[in-house]
């Protein structure tokens, strides 16, 4: 009788878990999450088209909600790559496959893209949707280029492919309220 209870009592073989490997989940997780950009509110028609020639429009992204335009920044700078928490009262950082973005009480404070090949300073503004045109406000730095207070923009710094060369690399554009230190 024993050896009844014993035999019924038999725990069920056990399977062991198979692992799906680490780029299936990238895949899973990617795919899930242009979904969720799909089915958002930030899917919606949002009346903006960016302009021809422009790679990103860093000028158009500044200072928007970022829960808004999700969608856009996507199509601008591709898939998310990291996301992080910046020190307290700084918000999140955002490292897109184009660019960094830093986001603040859901508004995008920086906009920083480094550019597709050195160029020109008005080329490259042009490329991120600002006109090619500036005020003469130009602060000139060894390593880089500074305008302050243009296109309703706190900075914007162009950074120099070398110590005094022409040619800029870099574009990091600040609204108002984020420190860029």
Same mark, same amino acid.
């Given at each position: ?21 680490? /780029?299936?989940? &990238?895949?899973? +997780?990617?795919?899930? /999450?242009?979904?969720? *950009?799909?089915?958002? =509110?930030?899917? !919606?028609? !949002?009346?903006?088209?960016? $302009? &021809? ?18 969608? /856009? ?14 020190? $307290?009262?700084?918000?999140?950082? @955002?490292? @897109? /496959? ?8 859901? +508004? *995008?404070?920086? #906009?920083? #893209? =480094? !550019?597709? &090949? ?6 490259? !503004? +042009?490329?991120?949707? @600002? $006109?090619?045109?500036? $005020? ?8 880089? @280029? ?14 120099? #492919?070398? =110590? ?11 609204? &108002? ?5």
């Amino acid at each position: 009788m024993l050896l009844a209870v014993l035999l019924a009592c038999e725990p069920e073989p056990m399977i062991s878990a198979v692992q799906p490997p680490a /780029e299936r989940v &990238e895949e899973v +997780r990617t795919a899930r /999450e242009q979904a969720e *950009i799909a089915a958002s =509110p930030a899917a !919606l028609d !949002l009346g903006y088209v960016k $302009p &021809e020639g422009v790679y990103v429009d860093v000028a158009w992204l500044g200072g928007r909600t970022y829960s808004v335009v999700r969608g /856009e920044v996507a199509a601008q700078l591709g898939a998310l790559v990291e996301e992080g928490s910046l020190p $307290p009262g700084q918000g999140q950082e @955002f490292r @897109f /496959e184009k660019g960094t973005l830093r986001v603040s009480g859901d +508004r *995008i404070l920086l #906009v920083d #893209v =480094p !550019l597709p &090949e050195p160029m020109r300073r008005s080329e490259a !503004l +042009r490329l991120v949707g @600002f $006109p090619d045109q500036v $005020p003469r406000n130009w602060v000139l730095l060894s390593g880089e @280029f500074r305008l302050t207070s243009v296109f309703n923009y706190r900075r914007i710094i162009l950074d120099r #492919v070398g =110590p005094g060369e022409e040619d800029v690399i870099r574009v990091r554009a600040w609204k &108002e309220g984020l420190s860029d230190r």
